[in-house]
């Protein structure tokens, strides 16, 4: 018996002798009915007294609960699993009922192969892990949270003990302050001949056009005849034939610097019957030294026209490419900096922008990004990767600079919509994320609308002030996919209500697929711009939208979009969401003040004056050199 708070028995006597004294029987006629009431109101504070003290009988468990921590990483094999299976096998053939065991396969990661069963049965293993590390202290972490609480608790831990990450020394020390028994079987693997690559030795730095040699140290435990192929960031630049003698053997390969950058030299043994293939690859790596390099990304050559001669008159080696064209992640590591000339977000996919922010961010290079009436804001950066990326924020935050804007979005809900892109969202839910990423740019004195349409149109949300964003994000999470295709009708919905809308500027962002009959389409839109200020602009999905779609911007004032590549559609709201408000893009002769001292601007005497600028919001970690008006 354990009791947590002796004190609360001094209670005890001194309660039942106060019910004694209130409750002891004066009357013989009711004595029995008394005295009855007495004892059961004795006992029930008898028992509260007790269960305030904490009185606890402990009675020893019977039952056992066994986690078989199994090591499934490389330095075993498939006979050293088979052990492993047997002996599981085995331990549960012999088990009683009750007892149940639970089995944990661990690596460089752990995967719980089977929770806590009484069954007397086991088979094989299912599970995988990843197998290049042995974590032994995360399995000895998984298996403790496993345990019931009412059974004596074991680990067995099935491995050859050669951990490789975390501690399970720390660990161990936890389960043994928790009560659990580790026991431990040594599985040995069997020793079998094996040749394995210890090194690929490389200068860390070499000058371009300097020679060097690549040493490839191969270790064998008996005689044996291989293919050695040695690659260069991918390319495979030898493949040989190499006889090796038991014990040390070493190769070299005679290279020639021939561009500045990085090379990931990687060396492959292919060996029949080999025992371990798992250490038959080997990389390093060594860096170019030459002139830098300089990556230039670019629509238009006439942007670019007096930035390349600047660049190579100072002694830098510059590659001009468009998005399209843009190199793989592996080549970038081969520029000092990336400049990124007025082009679209929507020109990037998602991929090629993280790309370009891991250069910066994970490998030092430069981003120098040149403004356009295509770039920042109105160029759609908002919340992508290189926003991120850059010291500027591409939203601006001062609602003063931005007059009202009314916005309609007016989004196709046809079966059609219903379709997915090549990462299986479909074509609907990429609208609404793009209209929730648009709502975010809108101030609270914007005003806006969701109207939907198929064969009838309808609004899902009405105009209303953009105050609490969150209740026009959670209406359009609403929208789910229809019948046919009307656009008349969506625009006939969307004319009624936003002719009396007071705002300076109103817009419309329709996005189709254009499979609905053009007929009134193109002069309502005309109607809309011409007798109420209200302009039009088209997303298209597909690569055979109808002529009717572009007729429409043009008669609306607004921008057509042909959307191929349906993840861009988010970007494009939000560049049109910018556009919609004509504040971001600001024309006229302007003077620049120095806020800073920089050597970025050494040799300026003095600056001139320039001819307008794209706002934006600098980072509060932003260094400002310059500052407009």
């Known amino acids: 018996m354990r009791i947590t708070f002796p004190l609360a028995l001094i209670l005890l006597p001194l ?112 599970s995988t892990v990843k197998a290049g590390n042995t974590n032994l202290a995360e399995a000895i972490q998984t298996g403790l949270s496993l345990f019931p609480a009412d059974a004596v608790r074991r680990m067995v831990i099935l491995s050859d003990g050669r951990e490789t990450m975390g501690s399970a020394a720390v660990k161990a020390q936890l389960a043994a ?45 008996e005689a044996a005849a291989a293919q050695l192929l040695i690659f260069a960031n991918g390319v495979l630049i030898q493949d040989t034939n190499v006889t090796l003698r038991a014990g040390t053997n070493g190769y070299t390969l005679s290279q020639t610097a021939e561009a500045s950058g990085y090379l990931n030299y990687t060396a492959r043994l292919n060996v029949a019957g080999d025992g371990i293939p798992q250490n038959n690859q080997f990389a390093a790596f060594s860096q170019v030294v030459g002139q830098p390099r300089v990556l230039v990304v670019a629509h238009d050559d ?18 001009v490419q468009t998005p399209a064209n843009l190199p793989p992640a592996s080549s970038l590591v081969n520029y000092r900096s990336v400049i990124i000339v007025n082009v679209p ?93 648009s709502i975010d740019l809108l101030q609270a004195t914007d005003r806006a609308a969701v109207g939907t349409f198929d064969s009838n149109g309808a609004w899902v949300a009405p105009f209303q002030n953009v105050e609490d964003k969150r209740i026009l994000q959670q209406l359009i999470a609403t929208l789910r996919p229809g019948g046919g295709t009307d656009i008349l009708a969506g625009m006939e919905l969307v004319e009624r209500d936003i002719i009396n809308e007071t705002s300076p500027r109103k817009h419309i962002i329709l996005l189709t697929d254009g499979g609905s009959s053009p007929t009134g389409l193109i002069e309502l839109t ?14 298209a999905l597909g690569v055979n939208s109808p002529a009717f779609l572009r007729q429409m ?34 024309e006229g002769d302007f003077a620049l003040t120095r806020t800073a001292n920089s050597p970025i601007l050494n040799g300026f005497d003095a600056l001139p004056t320039l001819k307008g600028y794209i706002a934006t919001t600098s980072k509060p970690t932003a260094q400002t050199l310059l500052r407009g008006p």
Request: aromatic fraction near 8%; proline fraction near 5%.
């Open 345 to 437: 977000a929507k020109d990037f996919s998602t991929s090629q922008m993280e790309q370009m922010q891991r250069a910066v961010r994970d490998l030092g290079a430069g981003l120098v990004f040149i403004g356009g009436p295509e770039s920042y804001g109105p160029g759609g950066y908002y919340l992508t990767p290189i926003e991120e990326t850059l010291p500027v924020e591409t939203r601006i935050k001062d609602q003063k600079r931005i007059p009202q804007l009314t916005i309609a979005y007016l989004i196709d809900r046809s079966g059609s919509m219903s379709m997915a892109d090549s990462s299986g969202i479909p074509f609907l839910e990429l609208g609404k994320r793009a209209i929730d990423l």
């Open 15 to 126: 309660a039942l002798g106060f019910l004694a004294y209130i409750g002891w029987p004066r009357m013989a006629f009711r004595r029995r009915r008394d005295t009855l009431s007495l004892v059961l109101r004795g006992l029930l504070v008898t028992f509260v007294i007790l269960a305030l003290a904490g009185v606890q009988i402990v009675r020893p468990v019977q039952k056992w609960a066994v986690v078989f921590l199994v090591d499934a990483s490389d330095s075993l094999g498939a006979v050293s699993r088979a052990q492993q299976e047997a002996y599981i096998q085995n331990a549960l053939a012999t088990k009683p009922p009750d007892d149940e065991w639970a089995v944990v396969l661990f690596g460089e990661n752990v995967s719980i192969e089977k929770p806590f069963s009484a069954a007397s049965q086991f088979t094989s293993f299912r």
């Open 177 to 221: 302050a928790s009560g659990v028994e580790i026991s431990t079987v040594l599985i040995e693997r069997p020793q079998i001949a094996d040749i394995r690559i210890l090194s690929v030795e490389t200068p860390s730095r070499v000058a371009e056009g300097q020679q060097y040699d690549v040493n490839v140290t191969i270790e064998a435990d």
């Open 553 to 586: 911007t043009e008669v609306g004032d607004g921008n057509y979009h042909q959307v191929q590549d349906i993840g861009q559609i988010p970007n494009i709201f939000a560049q049109e969401t910018v556009l919609a408000t004509r504040s971001y893009i600001q």
């Open 526 to 539: 005309q109607r809309l711009h011409d007798d109420y200020g209200v302009t039009t602009s088209v997303v």
């Open 302 to 319: 006439s942007e670019i026209a007096q930035l390349i001669p600047a660049l190579e008159t100072a002694g830098v080696q510059v590659d």
